[in-house]
């Protein structure tokens, strides 16, 4: 049931685990990076995403996960995290989300 939730949301949603592998990749994420779940899922985030090996995305996710501390990223400050389209032609097109 609760991946029928997660799957009717429109939200993209991704849950790591504490190896930072990829959980959770749902049908959102899946159309607006390109990547379907089933070569996503299993795969550490920042093996996907080089360009956050180092971030501070990666520091406060791994605080979180490791120490049970909470963090906010500004979209105004770090714009934009991964590379998400409202649909794959977007990217030819226009700019991220």
């Keep these: 049931m609760l991946y029928e939730i997660l799957q009717s949301?429109?939200?993209g949603i991704c849950v790591l685990d504490?190896?930072?592998?990829?959980?959770?990749?749902?049908d959102w994420l899946a159309e607006a990076t390109g990547l379907e779940a089933d070569l996503v899922l299993g795969q550490r985030i920042d093996r996907l995403y080089p360009q956050l090996s180092g971030s501070r995305?990666?520091?406060?996710?791994?605080?979180?996960?490791?120490?049970?501390?909470a963090g906010v990223l500004?979209?105004?400050?770090?714009?934009?995290?991964?590379?998400?389209?409202?649909?794959r032609t977007a990217t030819q097109v226009g700019g991220p989300l």
């Design 9 to 11: 949301s429109d939200l």
């Design 18 to 26: 504490n190896e930072l592998k990829v959980v959770v990749w749902d």
């Design 57 to 69: 995305f990666l520091v406060m996710v791994r605080a979180a996960l490791q120490k049970d501390v």
């Design 74 to 87: 500004s979209q105004r400050v770090y714009n934009h995290l991964l590379p998400l389209y409202k649909n």
